[in-house]
């Protein structure tokens, strides 16, 4: 029995999110995701101005006058959501934690490819795999998505990538649209984003939260990683501290970056302290760009 709130919630997010795919993203989507190829759709006599490539010469000799063959774009496309919920996403001092953040994301792409008759699929994550739904269609399978990223509460605490990606490649076997939503507070991970990255159209959608980035002048401070358990207290008033924090935060963030780049991975990267939506947009009207 899912809770009424859990179903309240559902009910929120696909009203909050409806606005934005309906007048914003359902378009630019069909724009921007392809399908995987042509298919055959039916033979039509020629009309001057056709392509005589596409002569079906068969047919033109049993019938004794020039026939074509008209092909459609196979539009059907698998979207993958694979998502972190590692511990780590827990934590956010914004109006949303970060793991919230994922889901309302996560949902806003389920609706809008579902809007676009398309089949959507979930792979949630720690160190272990978690949970998969496969890909399905329509209303009822999309608000099943959903629920799952708002109830699912994981029964490990680490983050690994490596295995979330090497599942994917392994249990999606044809090309998708993967959207990565995760802190990426990993390593050693390189090898598999760079197959998946091959194998599919992927797009990390990078999580962070203000404080994981900038201390402020608190004083005495307790931090701990919501992973591993370990903890330390740090001086906050100290200048030294500060700017040790948010220069070991700069690093992580350009190595990130710099792996994703390398890897050919498309990036939309969102805060808790801001919406999502103008990065998703952003993300949108870049790809848009590229496919003209």
């Known amino acids: 029995m899912i809770p009424r709130e859990i179903l309240r919630q559902v009910r929120r997010i696909e009203i909050r999110t409806n606005r934005m795919v309906n007048e914003t993203l359902a378009g630019r989507y069909h724009s921007v995701f392809r399908g995987q190829g042509m298919e055959f759709s039916e033979v039509?006599?020629?009309?001057?101005?056709?392509?005589?490539?596409?002569?079906?010469?068969?047919?033109?000799?049993?019938?004794?006058?020039?026939?074509?063959?008209?092909?459609?774009?196979?539009?059907?496309?698998?979207?993958?959501?694979?998502?972190?919920?590692?511990?780590?996403?827990?934590?956010?001092?914004?109006?949303?934690?970060?793991?919230?953040?994922?889901a309302e994301i996560a949902a806003l792409i389920a609706f809008t490819a579902i809007k676009n008759n398309d089949r959507v699929g979930l792979l949630m994550f720690t160190d272990?795999?978690?949970?998969?739904?496969?890909?399905?269609?329509?209303?009822?399978?999309?608000?099943?998505?959903?629920?799952?990223?708002?109830?699912?509460?994981?029964?490990?605490?680490?983050?690994?990538?490596?295995?979330?990606?090497?599942?994917?490649n392994k249990m999606v076997r044809k090309r998708a649209v993967v959207f990565l939503v995760s802190d990426f507070?990993?390593?050693?991970?390189?090898r598999q984003l760079r197959l998946a990255a091959h194998r599919h159209d992927?797009?990390?959608?990078?999580?962070?939260?203000?404080?994981?980035?900038?201390?402020?002048?608190?004083?005495?401070?307790?931090?701990?990683?919501?992973?591993?358990?370990?903890?330390?207290?740090?001086?906050?008033?100290?200048?030294?501290?500060?700017?040790?924090?948010?220069?070991?935060?700069?690093?992580?963030?350009?190595?990130?970056?710099?792996l994703l780049k390398r890897a050919g991975v498309d990036v939309v990267h969102v805060r808790t302290d801001h919406s999502y939506?103008?990065?998703?947009?952003?993300f949108f009207r870049r790809r848009q760009r590229r496919c003209r």
């Not at 009309?47 to 063959?69: C, F, L």
């Not at 399905?136 to 994981?154: A, N, S, Y």
């Not at 507070?185 to 390189?190: R, V």
Request: aromatic letters at 6%; proline letters at 4%.
């Open 44 to 102: 039509r006599e020629y009309q001057p101005g056709d392509d005589t490539r596409a002569i079906d010469w068969n047919v033109t000799s049993r019938m004794g006058h020039p026939y074509i063959k008209k092909y459609v774009e196979e539009r059907e496309l698998t979207v993958i959501l694979a998502v972190d919920c590692s511990a780590s996403d827990r934590f956010g001092t914004a109006s949303q934690t970060k793991g919230e953040m994922a």
């Open 128 to 168: 272990q795999i978690e949970l998969y739904v496969p890909p399905g269609k329509g209303v009822e399978h999309v608000l099943r998505v959903v629920r799952e990223l708002l109830i699912f509460r994981p029964k490990h605490l680490g983050t690994s990538l490596a295995l979330g990606l090497d599942k994917l």
């Open 185 to 190: 507070q990993d390593q050693g991970y390189e």
């Open 202 to 258: 992927l797009i990390a959608v990078t999580l962070s939260d203000l404080r994981e980035e900038a201390l402020p002048a608190l004083g005495l401070l307790r931090l701990e990683d919501a992973e591993t358990g370990r903890s330390m207290v740090v001086d906050t008033s100290r200048r030294s501290v500060r700017s040790a924090f948010a220069r070991a935060a700069r690093v992580r963030r350009e190595t990130r970056d710099s």
């Open 277 to 282: 939506q103008r990065p998703l947009l952003q």
